[in-house]
């Protein structure tokens, strides 16, 4: 009796296995590696769809989950479903770049979750280059997040009313300023403003200039730029001008 039993415990195992294996689909190796292709090369909206396919063969693969999402992020106009994928891929740290702290990072933050962007771009800290830290400007991405907490601690219930998409490089154009608060304009590549550390990136940043012209507000990165962007004040005045940051 104990024999037969195990047999028919055998046999149903095999059965099982065999079952499983002939429902499971076979990953496209083809188009992952034109998905991949594409991912590598930036081209993240040509490769999101072929992505989105790749996660329906293999709903468990890391790199898939991080590459889709990573392709919602930078690609979908809906940001929030990203999150879900790269949380799942930021479980496997050993099997996908150390970049997916820095990318649910950014997914969180991009969501209004600033708390849980700030402790992404502190994980980051931990295992992310000199040289990409700097380049993420990781630093002033924390300090937006804190900005954020900020703006968002003493309201109960908001929401976002419209969104629509902005050039980086005119964004300031969008905020509306009583004339008396000053204007904001395109930073100044003169010496006052910048910095060796600042003419070496390419993004200058903005202005404040204040009313009467005689303060300044903008963004630098200093002498060395170890911590990020940080606000300096231009003061004018006849006798000479004096920068404080």
């Known amino acids: 009796m104990i024999k037969l039993i195990n047999l028919l415990s055998i046999v149903c195992a095999l059965c099982f296995g065999m079952l499983t ?11 992952l590696k ?8 930036g081209q993240f909206q040509e490769a999101y769809p072929l992505f989105s396919q790749l996660l329906i063969q293999s709903a468990e693969d890391p790199v ?4 889709f999402g990573f392709c919602v992020l930078f690609a979908a106009e809906d940001k929030e479903p990203a999150i879900i994928y790269l949380e799942f891929a930021a479980k496997h740290p050993d099997k996908v770049p150390d970049e ?5 990072g950014r997914a969180y933050m991009l969501n209004y979750r600033f708390t849980e962007a700030i402790a992404m771009f502190n ?18 991405k924390i300090q937006m997040c804190h900005n954020g907490e900020q703006l968002t601690r003493n309201i109960r219930d908001w929401e ?14 969008a905020y509306r300023i009583p004339p008396d608060a000053g204007r904001i304009i395109v930073k100044p590549k003169d010496e006052k403003f910048n910095t060796r550390m600042d003419n070496s990136n390419v993004d ?5 200039i204040l009313s009467g012209r005689t303060a300044t507000y903008f ?6 730029g170890d911590k990020g962007k940080d606000i300096c004040l231009l003061y004018t005045s006849d006798a000479a001008d004096d920068v404080r940051c």
């Open 204 to 208: 200058h940043g903005t202005a404040h």
């Open 64 to 67: 898939i989950n991080y590459k």
């Open 21 to 31: 294996t002939s429902n499971a689909q076979v990953l496209d190796e083809e188009l």
């Open 34 to 41: 034109k998905a991949n292709k594409l991912f590598s090369d």
């Open 219 to 224: 963004a630098s990165y200093g002498d060395n």
């Open 160 to 173: 976002v009313i419209s969104k629509k998409p902005m050039l980086y490089s005119n964004f300031y154009k």
């Open 123 to 140: 994980q980051y800290k931990k295992v992310g280059s000199s040289k990409k830290i700097k380049q993420f400007d990781i630093y002033r």
């Open 100 to 104: 997916v702290y820095y990318v649910l």
